[in-house]
């Protein structure tokens, strides 16, 4: 309850700012146009080069900011301080091996905060780095349409009654204010998970974020920033990861970055590592009806077999099959070639041979909760990248409770054991294998548990 007030308070205060800081434009601009600021066309020649010489002496930006800073003491007098977040709890941050029940303890705490807590998110690591990078974009693209003087962003200007340089005046004083802001883009996003305004969506006051990662120097940069900045203004962050915190950035990249973002965590997050050896995901309930899902090797037989579930399914949804095409983050689309009423088939080139990333599985895991994948290889280096899409698609098939019906060349435990032109070596084997076999295996097995985990009508089978 205070967290939402919190929140409140904080939206009212924003509004009340922003409506302040505008009458004193407004005030500023009267007064340029009433008292003759700009220079009078009847002066003189030599007058006017003069005073041009005297503005030239003056360091650029410097009476910008010095009146930007005046202002923002004005807002401070009349609208108060920003209002304090309440101290929040402390979060947790849950480690240890894959299918140990991380995700699953994260999720029914974040399903019991259902209908109780106003302000709360959950992401999956892939899915909240393109929302970041997607917020970047927009604080991007308003940045360069603010160059115009016609943009949106300053539409309010255009109907006041002043003339064409107080409007000037105006318009450079919003972009001044704007480049302040967007010099820290990090932060911006950070608000945007907290109150997304544009979008009408609630913000978090509970983060749930799964499988905390930092696979290159984006990563740690922008979970740095971040999560830092939700931290400081009283998010409760429940996470889970397969590595304690101190063990996350092994590569040493960005070491100054990582080391303030420990700092945050071990702050505000509980460390509880959940032990064990056992990967559950592996333990498939016994009730009579078991389906195999995983077809190996691949030969007339299991690849007869392996038709014969797509008849049998695509049968049941009582559709047709056709090829379509669906929507992808940042204005992208991708093609299904055989799409049937929540059911999508696709052979291994076509999803992982062609430069296609997370933004794209995530697309096809919202729309389909049945995924067939034909003629999965061996996984050796000689196919590395179309192996990591392969690990990245498997996680989000896992992330959003799809079934997974494959053909492969080899059995899953072998399937990362490849060897033309070398394994892949063992570094990332340790990193990732496991991960993905386990998950496989999970989107195989667990297909009684789907039903209970959907949100949606579509059928399971």
Not at 424 to 450: M, S
């Amino acid at each position: 309850m205070e967290m939402e007030d919190y929140h409140t308070k904080l939206s009212m205060w924003d509004n009340t700012r922003e409506k302040e800081r505008r009458r004193l434009l407004l005030e500023e601009a009267e007064d340029k146009q009433h008292d003759g600021v700009w220079i009078d066309e009847k002066r003189g020649f030599l007058d006017k080069l003069i005073s041009r010489k005297r503005r030239a002496n003056i360091e650029p930006g410097v009476g910008r900011w010095v009146s930007y800073l005046n202002r923002e003491r004005k807002l401070d007098n009349l609208v108060g301080q920003k209002p304090v977040a309440p101290v929040a709890p402390k979060g947790l941050y849950l480690y240890g091996n894959v299918g140990s029940g991380k995700t699953m303890l994260m999720d029914m705490f974040y399903g019991a905060t259902e209908g109780v807590i106003k302000h709360r998110r959950r992401f999956h690591f892939h899915e909240a780095m393109l929302e970041i990078h997607d917020h970047m974009h927009d604080v991007w693209k308003r940045r360069d349409d603010g160059k115009s003087m016609e943009s949106s962003a300053f539409s309010w200007i255009s109907g006041l009654p002043f003339d064409a340089k107080i409007k000037e005046w105006l318009i450079g004083e919003e972009k001044y204010k704007q480049d302040k802001h967007q010099k820290h883009i990090l932060l911006a996003v950070a608000d945007k998970f907290l109150v997304d305004r544009q979008a009408n969506k609630c913000g978090a006051s509970i983060l749930c974020f799964d499988e905390i990662q930092t696979i290159d120097v984006f990563a740690i940069v922008a979970l740095s920033g971040i999560l830092s900045r939700l931290l400081s203004t009283g998010t409760v962050l429940v996470a889970t990861s397969n590595k304690a915190p101190e063990d996350l950035n092994q590569d040493g990249m960005q070491r100054e970055i990582f080391l303030e973002l420990l700092s945050k965590l071990d702050e505000t997050c509980n460390k509880i590592l959940v032990g064990t050896e056992t990967d559950y995901r592996r333990l498939i309930p016994t009730d009579g009806s078991t389906q195999i899902h995983y077809y190996w090797p691949t030969n007339p037989d299991t690849r007869s077999m392996f038709e014969a579930m797509w008849h049998d399914i695509t049968n049941q949804t009582g559709g047709n099959i056709t090829a379509v095409t669906i929507p992808v983050m940042f204005g992208r689309s991708i093609e299904i070639p055989q799409s049937c009423s929540g059911v999508a088939r696709f052979d291994f080139e076509y999803l992982c041979g062609r430069p296609v990333g997370a933004a794209d599985y995530i697309a096809i895991a919202r729309n389909y909760h049945t995924i067939f994948i034909s003629d999965l290889p061996a996984m050796s280096m000689k196919i590395r990248d179309k192996a990591r899409r392969f690990i990245t698609l498997i996680d989000e098939m896992y992330n959003h409770h799809c079934r997974l019906i494959c053909l492969a060349t080899l059995p899953i435990d072998n399937l990362f054991q490849g060897t033309e032109e070398g394994p892949l070596f063992d570094l990332e084997r340790v990193k990732l294998l496991n991960v993905v076999l386990n998950n496989l295996g999970h989107c195989y097995l667990r297909h009684h548990l789907v039903r209970n985990n959907r949100n949606n009508n579509n059928p399971v089978f």
